[in-house]
């Protein structure tokens, strides 16, 4: 009798133990949970840019006058792309300012020839770029927020003394 149930309970027992290795959610390591891949896109659309071609596009005015051009792109956290950061003037990237503007301002022009963007247009000009507030990455506000912070610091002397000849 014993040995039945012993039987009947181990039986029980390796049929729920793969059910409960099973994790409802896969967590990465640091903790937070990972996202299903759901889909494998095979092509790309007409209405959709690569990312590759939006960076380095010539930005003009209506009025085709040069802005700048996308240095980069802001995206969030479900994979839209929310803002472009448009670099204006400077030599080589050398003094150029970046400002953020929102992807729906953006009038992209595809290329006729390739896939590729031949320019996009905004309706503010290069003026009103200029006047807009610098874009500052999560690094840069971090930096000048620990800049800040040992500005204000005291400063401790140090007693100088001169070795004996």
Same mark, same amino acid.
């Given at each position: 009798? /014993?040995? @039945? !149930?012993?039987?009947?309970?181990?039986?029980?027992?390796?049929?729920?133990?793969?059910?409960?290795?099973?994790?409802?959610? #896969?967590? #990465?390591?640091?903790?937070?949970?990972?996202?299903?891949? $759901?889909?494998?896109?095979? *092509?790309?659309?007409?209405? =959709?840019?690569?990312? #590759?071609?939006?960076?380095?596009? *010539?930005?003009?005015?209506?009025? =085709?006058? +040069?802005? $700048? *051009?996308?240095?980069?792109?802001?995206?969030?956290?479900?994979?839209?792309?929310?803002?472009a950061v448009i670099s204006i003037g400077g030599v080589f990237g050398l003094g150029?300012?970046?400002?953020?503007?929102?992807? +729906?301002?953006?009038?992209? %022009?595809?290329? +006729?020839? #390739?896939?590729?963007?031949? !320019?996009?247009?905004?309706?503010?000009? @290069?003026?009103?770029? @200029? =006047?807009?507030?610098? /874009? &500052?990455?999560? @690094?840069?506000? &971090?930096?000048? &927020?620990?800049? !800040?912070?040992?500005? $204000?610091?005291? %400063?401790?002397? %140090?007693?100088?003394?001169?070795?004996?000849?």
């Amino acid at each position: 009798m /014993f040995t @039945r !149930h012993a039987l009947v309970a181990t039986v029980a027992l390796c049929a729920l133990v793969p059910a409960l290795a099973q994790d409802s959610t #896969s967590l #990465s390591p640091g903790g937070a949970a990972l996202r299903a891949t $759901g889909a494998y896109p095979i *092509r790309q659309d007409v209405g =959709q840019w690569l990312g #590759s071609n939006l960076i380095g596009a *010539r930005v003009v005015s209506a009025s =085709q006058e +040069k802005i $700048g *051009r996308i240095a980069n792109l802001v995206v969030n956290d479900d994979g839209a792309v929310e803002a472009a950061v448009i670099s204006i003037g400077g030599v080589f990237g050398l003094g150029a300012k970046e400002v953020a503007v929102t992807y +729906k301002s953006l009038n992209i %022009v595809r290329d +006729k020839s #390739s896939d590729g963007i031949d !320019h996009i247009v905004l309706a503010a000009t @290069r003026n009103d770029l @200029r =006047q807009a507030a610098d /874009f &500052k990455t999560l @690094r840069e506000q &971090k930096a000048e &927020k620990i800049a !800040h912070r040992s500005e $204000g610091a005291p %400063v401790t002397p %140090v007693k100088m003394t001169t070795p004996p000849p």
